[in-house]
């Protein structure tokens, strides 16, 4: 039997590289996948890195409530809805002045629903909860069946702050202002998004926050149900869960009736 000679190793090569093509095995699997036939990518150099992006100066924390106490003028708030909504923008007793502007409440007086917010989101200007927020209410809203002309949607302090202080903004007297908020738009049925407002209103967060004691004004007895803010419910599909069946539930009856 003749001896022949070995083939090239270029040719063995090639050979083996057929016969993975042929099996239709072309890849190899790790984290990602990896070409095998794929030609080599030119490497760049290190200096040829693109430098890093500059990062945008951050807005200056600027508190909500930064003045002694809002309520020491008590005895001079609106008395009719159009005048406090006037006084919310332009009064120098809410606050000395912030980055965020002041973003006033919306709606009709006597609404089948009032919202109630802690405060505008980042880049609210003329209208309440104008981003990402404001379409999760939005969309709650479409859920329930209540038309958006019938809310009047409110927030606990005129401006966004990014990092509220919301023990001094209780102490500065903003559950006072809030009542009497409430008074003047006098809804049907309140709705609290936001774990801190409740307190100021004189409810025990031990208690839960979801179906809260009637708010009494005057003659009025308001009931009222209380969730977890709306950036948090963004960030979590059992929260917003938990809204609607605390929903449901608080407005069972109704549903029943209807």
Request: charged share 20%; glycine share 8%.
């Amino acid at each position: 039997m003749a001896d022949h000679p070995a083939p090239p190793l270029s040719r063995q090569f090639a050979a083996a590289i057929d016969w993975w093509r042929e099996a239709g095995v072309d890849c190899d699997f790790a984290e990602d996948a990896t070409d095998w036939l794929a030609p080599p990518e030119d490497v760049k150099p290190e200096a040829e890195a693109p430098p890093p992006a500059k990062k945008a100066a951050p807005r200056p924390l600027v508190p909500a409530a930064n003045v002694a106490n809002v309520a020491d003028g008590k005895t001079d708030w609106p008395a009719d809805l159009a005048a406090f909504r006037e006084w919310w923008l332009g009064s120098d007793a809410l606050d000395a002045g912030g980055a965020y502007p002041r973003v006033p409440p919306s709606g009709p007086a006597n609404a089948a629903l009032m919202v109630i917010v802690s405060q505008p989101e980042d880049g609210d200007g003329e209208r309440l909860l104008s981003g990402p927020e404001g379409a999760l209410l939005q969309g709650f809203l479409r859920a329930a069946g209540i038309s958006p002309e019938a809310v009047y949607l409110a927030s606990l302090v005129p401006r966004h702050d990014p990092a509220p202080d919301w023990p001094a903004i209780r102490a500065a007297g903003y559950g006072d202002v809030l009542a009497h908020h409430l008074g003047l738009a006098a809804p049907e049925r309140i709705l609290i998004l936001g774990r801190n407002i409740p307190p100021l209103l004189g409810h025990d967060m031990a208690q839960g926050p979801a179906i809260l004691p009637d708010f009494n004004q005057e003659s009025r007895s308001i009931p009222a149900m209380g969730a977890g803010g709306l950036a948090d419910m963004l960030r979590s599909s059992k929260r917003r869960e938990r809204l609607w069946r605390c929903w449901l539930d608080w407005t069972y009856g109704e549903t029943q009736a209807d």
